[in-house]
């Protein structure tokens, strides 16, 4: 953890804490205002704010008992009931059954008894026949099916019900339904031997039981509303308006509204102390410390960073006491919604300027930061986070970075369905939504507008890769690129194939493919400084190094990295695409100079045959690393295949490997084998050697390509 990276985040959490003394803790003032019925007032007591004038909780409990008992009660025949009481009338007949050809009485009997029957000997011999048994269970089934598609009731006082059928509730009368001894009857009445009397009645009481019962989710749904229904309040007290005059006896009525006064003094601002309100702060300030240090530590972790670029934290720290000023003149001073407040701006510029994922994380930071300061109004705070989270998370997919009315529409959308979703969630009124609509989008416009001055400033200070930085590096009357054409014809041509081949593996894995085909572009541009001694600007370039002792070649080989850094930082080029001409040789070793030092007689340090690294951090460094090995190779043979071409891929791929090179870039195996696949046809189609025709074909113009 870096001193300046502490020193940053305790100055900043100190300006927000201070900011919270000024503006929010003056006002968690309020009197104390414990009056009792019939007690004298010694001082006027009058509204400070318009507030509710909330019921008791003896009235609220009193009221929700006489809806309640009110409502009517639903009822609905219960299929599993009767599907219950079949089954259990299955039962007992497989065990009947079972005795016919087991013949085992005692076994039948202590079965039936779990199934609630009593049973005598003659009773099973008798249904141990299978024709009567058969009759008995289908008089049985079919009048049990009757009085349950009917319905069956028990303990019902009123002469109606309100019955569900198909989603609707109809009020019946009890006659169209069946008690449920009535019922009983029905199964009683048999035209079998009398023995078998005292089992059926059994029967009857055991399978017939009330199928009409009351719909318990209907019925606490209609709870719920009647419940909902009930207004929290008998009126409104406006400011100003004298609650308790001095002198005056004080009422019941008098206490109802002062303790919903103390109810809305809690809801505005809390119940503190001076010394609560010292440790408050003290709190606050520590929670804001270590949010806005988490925020630098990740900033700091997140990029290739170098400790004279620290000075990037002051803004993205300031970006929360910007917040934080815009949530107190919002809040505080003009008194407007919390929608209004422009949340996203801060966050859309970080993602843009930084990355998407430390945008996602700076706006949970943020939301953390601003929310003492907007009355804790949750809902509408959480409403500003979830809209841009998501237009970040638009932007990410799309790329589009400084289309400014993309950005717009994006987040004008986010923001409309945040918004919705949350008012219905909450109930709102048809009035409230459309107010909520309103300011969501002007909020968004502000945001957008903000972003229209941020993100140029800060792309230029910083040097950031953003999409039209990028497509501005692509343009051939860039001084450096027209410099590399002019001067190193040779790596001008190299690095443009490098960059067809990086862009369309990088389309392949999802990686940037602008800053690939731009970092290809500019990787080797450090080549102009000492062309002649690179083969592909000059074919005589060995005649030079044949007068060099091998570790001069070596770095004057390796110093085109570092003067390509040089010239890129003097041109003001990108961060990432800097990255890449410092990474795309990694800690490779220059092999044609150290076999050369090897076969000679002298003492050799490997490490002065070694780039400088460090090895490729990114995905879109790994494939220029790769390309440009990839190309160079492919160049300097006769390719009559493509399957040489593949096996050249496949050798320049393993060797990365065995050393190394990718230990650091977020690449896997299955990215390389797709990287393959995405620069086989395109080293195909410009190195490949023409195929030959036969004469006559060739005549005809068939085989001319």
């Not at 590096?473 to 450096?480: E, S």
């Not at 002649?532 to 085109?560: G, Y």
């Not at 040489?644 to 977020?666: H, M, S, V, W």
């Not at 195929?691 to 074909?697: I, N, R």
Request: charged share 20%; proline share 4%; hydrophobic share 45%.
């Amino acid at each position: 953890m870096k001193s300046k990276s502490v020193y940053y985040a305790i100055w900043s959490a100190l300006i927000i804490a201070g900011l919270y003394q000024i503006f929010i803790s003056g006002k968690n003032i309020r009197p104390e205002l414990n009056l009792r019925p019939g007690q004298i007032a010694d001082r006027d007591i009058t509204a400070p704010f318009d507030y509710p004038v909330m019921k008791s909780g003896a009235q609220l409990t009193h009221e929700k008992d006489e809806v309640i008992a009110g409502l009517p009660i639903p009822y609905v025949i219960s299929a599993d009931v009767g599907f219950e009481q079949q089954k259990k009338l299955d039962e007992i007949f497989v065990i009947l059954g079972a005795f016919q050809v087991k013949g085992d009485i005692e076994q039948a009997k202590s079965d039936l008894a779990k199934q609630g029957i009593t049973a005598g000997e003659d009773q099973i011999k008798v249904l141990g026949q299978s024709s009567l048994r058969n009759r008995l269970y289908n008089h049985l089934y079919d009048r049990l099916t009757r009085v349950y598609e009917r319905g069956v009731y028990e303990a019902i006082k009123a002469d109606s019900i309100f019955l569900m059928t198909d989603d609707e509730q109809v009020l019946i009368g009890l006659d169209r339904l069946l008690e449920v001894d009535a019922a009983r009857a029905m199964i009683r009445e048999h035209g079998f031997a009398t023995v078998l009397n005292a089992m059926i009645e059994q029967l009857a009481d055991t399978l017939v039981t009330a199928n009409v019962v009351v719909d318990e989710k209907q019925y606490n749904a209609m709870k719920d509303q009647a419940v909902s229904e009930i207004p929290l309040q008998v009126g409104m007290i406006l400011k100003n308006e004298e609650i308790v005059r001095k002198n005056a006896r004080v009422s019941e009525k008098d206490v109802e509204k002062l303790i919903s006064l103390q109810t809305a003094y809690r809801n505005h601002y809390g119940r503190r102390n001076s010394l609560e309100q010292l440790l408050l702060v003290m709190g606050l300030f520590c929670m804001f410390g270590v949010v806005i240090l988490m925020t630098d530590q990740y900033l700091e972790s997140h990029r290739l960073r170098q400790p004279e670029r620290f000075f990037e934290m002051i803004p993205i720290n300031l970006g929360y006491v910007i917040l934080v000023l815009i949530a107190i003149a919002n809040n505080i001073l003009l008194g407007y919604n919390t929608l209004l407040i422009p949340f996203a701006m801060t966050v859309i510029a970080v993602a843009i300027l930084i990355s998407y994922e430390f945008g996602v994380f700076y706006a949970v930071c943020g939301m953390i930061i601003v929310f003492p300061f907007v009355g804790m109004d949750f809902y509408n705070l959480i409403v500003k986070l979830v809209a841009s989270l998501m237009t970040v998370m638009m932007l990410r997919k799309i790329q589009s970075q400084t289309e400014y009315l993309t950005i717009w529409l994006y987040l004008i959308i986010s923001s409309l369905v945040a918004g919705l979703t949350m008012s219905l969630y909450k109930n709102d009124p048809i009035q409230t939504i459309l107010s909520n609509i309103g300011l969501l989008a002007i909020s968004s416009v502000i945001s957008v507008a903000g972003l229209f001055f941020i993100l140029p400033y800060f792309e230029k200070r910083w040097h950031r890769a953003t999409k039209q930085t990028l497509l501005d590096l692509l343009d051939f009357n860039h001084p450096l690129l027209k410099r590399l054409a002019v001067e190193a014809a040779g790596t001008y041509h190299h690095s443009l194939i490098v960059g067809n081949l990086t862009e369309r593996a990088a389309e392949a894995i999802g990686a940037n493919p602008l800053l690939a085909r731009v970092g290809s572009y500019y990787h080797d541009i450090g080549k102009v400084v000492n062309k002649d001694i690179f083969t592909e600007n000059n074919e005589s370039s060995s005649t030079i190094h044949d007068l060099l002792p091998p570790d001069q070649s070596a770095s004057m080989i390796k110093d085109h990295v570092r003067e390509g850094i040089e010239l890129a930082i003097r041109f003001q080029i990108p961060q990432p695409v800097v990255d890449i001409i410092r990474q795309h040789h990694g800690t490779s070793t220059i092999r044609y100079f150290l076999d050369k030092a090897q076969n000679s007689d002298q003492l050799i340090d490997p490490q002065a045959y070694m780039y400088d690294g460090p090895r490729p951090k990114t995905k879109e460094a790994a494939l220029v690393m790769l390309a440009d090995i990839v190309e160079s190779t492919t160049k300097s043979k006769v390719i009559s295949s493509e399957v040489e071409i593949a096996r050249i891929i496949d050798e320049t791929t393993q060797k990365l490997i065995y050393e190394g090179q990718f230990n650091d870039a977020p690449i896997t195996i299955n990215d390389l084998a797709i990287v393959k696949e995405s620069m086989l046809p395109v080293l195909a189609s410009i190195y490949r050697k023409r195929l030959d025709y036969p004469a006559e074909k060739a005549t005809t113009g068939s085989g001319t390509e």
